[in-house]
């Protein structure tokens, strides 16, 4: 589905800002595609990345992600603005009788600002986060990547007085819980006091096919996320928290330190990922993904994504093998 799609009030071209919640992902790749499918000027387009990790040692998630998303927004000409929670995933999760870790985020001119981290309980994690749709205790969504993003736009002063559309790719397909999702709102960041700062939610391929995903990423050419090419169905964390026996076994193969790292975070806070078995026997009962080589495992524990992104006419574009694979990730 390509064409404008329109609801009760709602003009895809009204607004004066395009957020895209960008994670590298095929699904968010889809959603900004959709913008210029409906001719949204790039100039009012912004990606937004919120990194896992932060700026520190890779603990988490793909080496690569951050500069894919960079080499992507180079790529279609458009701007990406990046935002974090300081020490990211593990401070978070090492989280001991301490307030929660300020959030950062790019200003306009790409300096970068820091709030919170000051007020506040003192609490302890300490445990990594469950599967659950209760975002109090799947922390990594709501800690990581939903307040970040809120807390961005709230405090950015590029978006009082206009009109901006927060554009997300969650999809009916992946869950039940997705499908659920309005497909248009108000977002939290909207706000009417003081000064006006207008902002709506639109998820327009929540009803979308994964084939319609892959159609309009091979519409444009678009080189994939490494991961795809390896077997993965989904472009999240390499170490979310939702893979399934065969995602942790591949994960295990490509980054043994890491895994390492954190098997032994899992042993240490006695409660386990996965709810019924330990990380280490998740591991052992699974099947690493034959596509992975050793090209591809190099490139996504990389941090210089250094291939075109747009697949030239003169190569052909193909399928990843992750395609129309294990659909597990998302709640
Ligand atoms: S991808 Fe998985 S582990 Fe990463 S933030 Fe999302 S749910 Fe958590």
Redesign the pocket.
Known sequence: MTATQTYPDFDLHSYDKYIVSFSGGKDSTATFLYLLDNGIPKEKIELWHQD?DGRDRTF??WEITPDYCRRFAEAFGVKIYFQWKEGG?KRELLRENSRTAPTCFEESDFTISKIGGTKGGLGTRRKF?QQSTDLSV?W??SY??IDVCTAAIRNLKRFRGIRTLVLSGERGEESAARANYAIFEPDRANWYGKFIRHVDRHRPIRDWKEAQVWAIIEKYRVRVHPCYYMGWGRC??K?????NKNQFASAARISPVQIAEVISLEDEFKCTINRSCSLRKLIDSGKVYENITKELAELATSYNYDLPIIIPETELWLLPAGAFGENC?A?
């Open positions: 896992i988490f998630d995933f986060p799947r990594c969504s990581l990547k999240s964390c170490f979310c928290i939702f893979g990730g709640m």
